[in-house]
């Protein structure tokens, strides 16, 4: 089993940043790709971005140019940078991470965007 513990999410002003943070444990050995996800109250969850364990990269296009996925591998953690906060970001963040084609998710981080 792998373990996802994400933090950083909180309140912040339009405008605003937060860090994200998803730490793995467990079986890790193995873990390939990393990424968010998020849900809206009445929305389907969407992709937020996703980094491969060598670094390749891909986000949704409505957050490109405002968040930033990376990972440290020896630390097995994701993150993700989101500047330039909007409304439309409030959601709860979920970390995913793949594994032999499994994929374990975090418990969820809410994120509320709002003045």
């Known amino acids: 089993q792998v373990q996802l513990v994400e933090s950083g999410g909180g309140l912040v002003q339009p405008g605003g940043s937060l860090r994200l943070s998803c730490a793995a444990t467990?079986?890790?050995?193995?873990?390939?790709?990393m990424g968010w996800t998020r849900q809206a109250p009445g929305n389907q969850r969407e992709l937020v971005a996703r980094?491969?364990?060598?670094?390749?990269?891909n986000y949704a296009d409505s957050v490109k140019g405002r968040f930033t996925i990376s990972r440290d591998n020896a630390k097995n953690t994701v993150y993700l940078q989101m500047n330039s906060l909007r409304p439309e970001d409030t959601a709860v963040y979920y970390c995913?991470?793949?594994?032999?084609?499994?994929?374990?998710w975090g418990q969820g981080t809410q994120v509320t965007v709002s003045s």
């Open positions: 995913n991470a793949d594994r032999y084609g499994y994929v374990y």
């Open positions: 467990g079986l890790i050995f193995g873990i390939d790709g």
């Open positions: 980094i491969t364990r060598g670094g390749a990269t």
